[in-house]
């Protein structure tokens, strides 16, 4: 058990109020930490990314569960409570003061690192995609990473169900990923308008002759006109109609009814040279 303040006190104490431009809403509940930290699996002696520790709700569930952190934070304000607890946990916990989207967040591990976080919202996604982008296998060994509940479901979601879309395409051809636990907005200080949602996802085998520029270039064209058949949304991608005809997709279909391990078939259909 660590002796540190409660966190509702380094709040005060370092005047950190919640910024809605940087997409603070802060988590204070102990045992929901706990939760979250646990979701990755035993963390003893992992290193572990965070990005957005804020004043280190979730930083010190992870120290407590014996990761070894690198936390990525751009609020300034924040980073005087993170030194507090990089104090309380020596050598265990690294602070870098920038903003996630800009810094090489591969190049600071050795190791392939879990990574949990409680994403800023308007960053959230940009970021996961950015690494469900990496080369595979993959520089992370799982993502942990809180997202508005509706977003959640949008990466979870499989054909034929509403949220299906790009993004469970991307988030699932080569992962898996599912909704480790909903989180309430009250459990939020300041709480936000709507639900939460940690996503857990895990790395799987990479799909032999699919590449994922292929997978975007083409599920931006399904999913750009989701309620247009494929034959029309399709169009725009040479070659793509050919592609679905030599392997038997009916281009009559509509994008939210193609399972993912079509649109991979699809992908490698479309590069590799026709025979
Ligand atoms: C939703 S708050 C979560 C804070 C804390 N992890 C918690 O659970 O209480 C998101 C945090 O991400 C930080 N943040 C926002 N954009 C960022 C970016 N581009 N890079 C790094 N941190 C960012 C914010 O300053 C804020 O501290």
């Known amino acids: 058990m660590d002796t540190l ?9 370092h005047g950190l109020s919640a910024s809605k431009a940087l997409g603070q809403n802060f988590l204070f509940d102990g045992q929901l930490l706990a939760r979250i930290a646990r979701v990755p699996g035993d963390l003893a002696g992992e290193e572990v990314l965070e990005v957005g520790p804020g004043p280190g709700g979730l930083t010190r569930a992870l120290l407590a569960a014996g990761a070894q952190v690198t936390a990525i934070e751009r609020d300034h304000r924040c980073i005087p409570a993170l030194e507090e607890l990089s ?9 870098i003061e920038g903003d996630a989207l800009e810094i090489d967040a591969p190049a600071l591990f050795e190791g392939r690192p879990h990574i949990v976080s409680n994403l800023p919202y308007n960053v959230g996604t940009a970021l996961l995609i950015g690494w469900l982008s990496s080369d595979w296998s993959p520089w992370w060994q799982s993502l942990t990473l809180m997202f508005q509940k509706e ?18 395409v991307l988030a699932q051809w080569r992962s898996t990923a599912r909704i480790a636990m909903p989180v309430h907005r009250s459990a939020f200080t300041p709480p936000p308008k709507v639900m939460s949602a940690v996503v857990h996802i895990l790395p799987g085998t990479m799909p032999e002759g ?35 005809e030599r392997i038997g997709i009916d281009v009559t279909r509509r994008a939210e009814t193609v399972r993912v391990d079509e649109f991979v078939a699809l992908a490698r259909a479309l590069d590799a040279p026709a025979g």
């Open 210 to 244: 699919a590449r994922m520029a292929t997978l975007e270039r083409l599920t931006a064209a399904a999913f750009g006109q989701r309620r247009k058949m494929l034959r029309q949304s399709l169009k725009p991608v040479a070659g793509a109609l050919d592609a679905a």
């Open 151 to 168: 977003v959640a479901e949008r990466i979870v979601s499989q054909a034929g169900e509403q949220a299906y879309g790009r993004l469970a």
């Open 87 to 95: 104090a309380a946990y020596p050598g265990k916990l690294r602070i």
């Open 5 to 13: 303040p409660p966190l509702r006190e380094v709040i005060r104490r």
